[in-house]
């Protein structure tokens, strides 16, 4: 065992929680299905879905339904809900067009039409699961957000994103994926 490896076996314990999130207090009900044809709910996430550096960084396929006709916006967040941090860390952020019902798989990618990307601590974009190697089995939230308004063009960032949603989510969704990063072996130092 190397000394990444190490390390995560010994922050194991120390994980954010699902209960930590900042949107685990949204009054919006649950109504919104969310699924992949790459997984299913609580199951492991393929590899190709995985961050750089463990996979191919592809976002996954979705599809939802569900969203109410008064949409003006669909808010799109992927959080690591077993981050050894004080909260989830969010690993993608996004505005997607209302009319929005599928992204295919790779859709997530700077560029996509009807796509807005917000600024995350980790960049923009899809970025996917790349937990700490040895850490275990990590959570990775696909919540989407249906929204009454729009929202504004000035709205860049992730704290400001969920700012912004608070007084207007009207349903939401959640899709939830595993992936626990194989670990390293011996001599090797790749992220």
Known sequence: MNLVDHVGQILRPVRAGARRSRLTTLPSPFTIELSSPAFADGDAMPIAHAGRGVGAN????????????DTAALAFIIEDDDVPLPRPLTHTAAVLAPGIDHLDEGALAAGAPDIRFLRTLLGRGYLGPRPIPGHGTHHYRFHLIALNAAVPDDVRTVGALLRAIRTSAIARGVLTGTYQRPPRSLGSLEN
């Open 58 to 69: 592809v976002s996954p396929a979705l599809s939802w339904r569900g969203v109410p006709k």
